[in-house]
């Protein structure tokens, strides 16, 4: 897969959120302004400058980079940390399709982007993954950083998964998902939009479905803190690396129970989703009575998309041989509800 964005930085210790965001458009390459450029030229679809240019210096090193990897009609995108009309000035003059602030909010920021790559509009559901991904970037950040978690944004990812549901259109939210190349991210939206569908199936009430849709966008929010090095590992996980990963249902448990402002369902399926109905599953072996059924629900839609996810080192499983291997898992998941899960997944 071409390498669709570049992003050329002064603070790359700083540069993970950024670039985790603009990997919904695809991969994104990172260059440090500090560092020559090593190899050829990819086919860049958007360049991004994020880099103090009130020194000179530091704008000829931009205008340097941007010369070597800057094809005609490829727009480029300069964030100013100072928005003052000089340096607005000095951005045009190195060639800036646009230029915006490098504090804009993520939601705000990927709606620029999005009208830079498709002037002719996007589509309404196009426009609900933008926000639901926004809301995803600022929750994981915060989860990361051990600030309070973003409700009101959360809230707002809910709401966009859910309307995009209501469009019908399972295999459109799937294309775009696929299309991230955070591991994370993708994990997540992929879940969010699977229980969105299921919910919406099982003819769940308005409220029942913003409860189903938090509780996926939130279970996975322990792994903001297992090492990136793990969680993107393309081998084999060592005894050791499993038993961190292993942790982080407990630990989003905690972070959620924490903060207090989460339903008691929404925390404990952060806790209990990898649990089975047979007793085998994690961190507490707990048996079917004791697993409730949103939770059963989490867990159907968190092992079909880890099956269907896409990596550049593993090809994705087709729907219907996910499906089979639900299938095949027998007393672990519920029967039932796995039966619904069908009609959402193999009709997508």
Not at 144 to 166: F, K, M, Q, W, Y
Not at 271 to 280: M, P, T
Not at 321 to 327: D, I, K, S, T
Request: hydrophobic share 45%; charged share 25%; aromatic share 6%.
């Amino acid at each position: 897969m071409p390498i669709a964005v570049l992003l050329i930085t002064d603070r790359l210790e700083q540069s993970e959120k950024l670039e985790r965001l603009l990997s919904m458009w695809g991969p994104c390459d990172v260059v440090d302004l500090r560092r020559p450029l090593d190899g050829g030229v990819a086919p860049y679809r958007l360049l991004i400058s994020d880099v103090d240019l009130s020194s000179r210096i530091a704008v000829e090193a931009v205008r340097d980079r941007l010369a070597k990897v800057r094809r005609k009609g490829t727009p480029y995108l300069c964030l100013l940390r100072d928005h003052s009309p000089r340096l607005k000035i000095q951005a045009n003059a190195i060639g800036a399709s646009a230029v915006l602030p490098a504090d804009l909010s993520a939601k705000s920021l990927l709606d620029e982007i999005g009208r830079i790559l498709n002037p002719e509009g996007q589509a309404p559901i196009q426009q609900r993954f933008v926000a639901a991904s926004a809301a995803m970037a600022d929750l994981l950040s915060a989860a990361t950083e051990g600030r309070p978690l973003p409700v009101a944004a959360i809230e707002g990812s809910v709401e966009a998964i859910n309307r995009a549901a209501d469009d019908r259109d399972l295999g459109a939210w799937l294309d775009m998902v696929w299309n991230h190349d955070d591991a994370t991210y993708q994990h997540c939206l992929l879940v969010a939009g699977l229980a969105a569908a299921f919910a919406r199936a099982l003819g769940f009430p308005e409220k029942a479905r913003k409860l189903v849709t938090s509780a996926a966008v939130l279970h996975d929010i322990g792994k903001a803190r297992v090492p990136l090095a793990i969680l993107h590992k393309r081998g084999k996980l060592t005894a050791e690396e499993f038993a961190i990963v292993r942790e982080h249902p407990q630990i989003g448990y905690e972070m959620l129970l924490r903060q207090g402002a989460f339903p008691h369902e929404v925390v404990e399926a952060a806790r209990s989703h990898h649990e089975y109905l047979d007793g085998s599953g994690y961190p507490r072996g707990l048996q079917a009575d004791d697993i409730s059924d949103l939770v059963r629900m989490i867990t159907i839609c968190d092992i079909y998309a880890a099956l269907i996810e896409r990596r550049s080192y593993k090809a994705p499983m087709e729907p219907e041989e996910a499906y089979a291997v639900l299938v095949g898992m027998g007393a672990k998941l519920d029967a039932d509800l796995l039966r619904v899960f069908s009609s959402v997944v193999l009709t997508a």
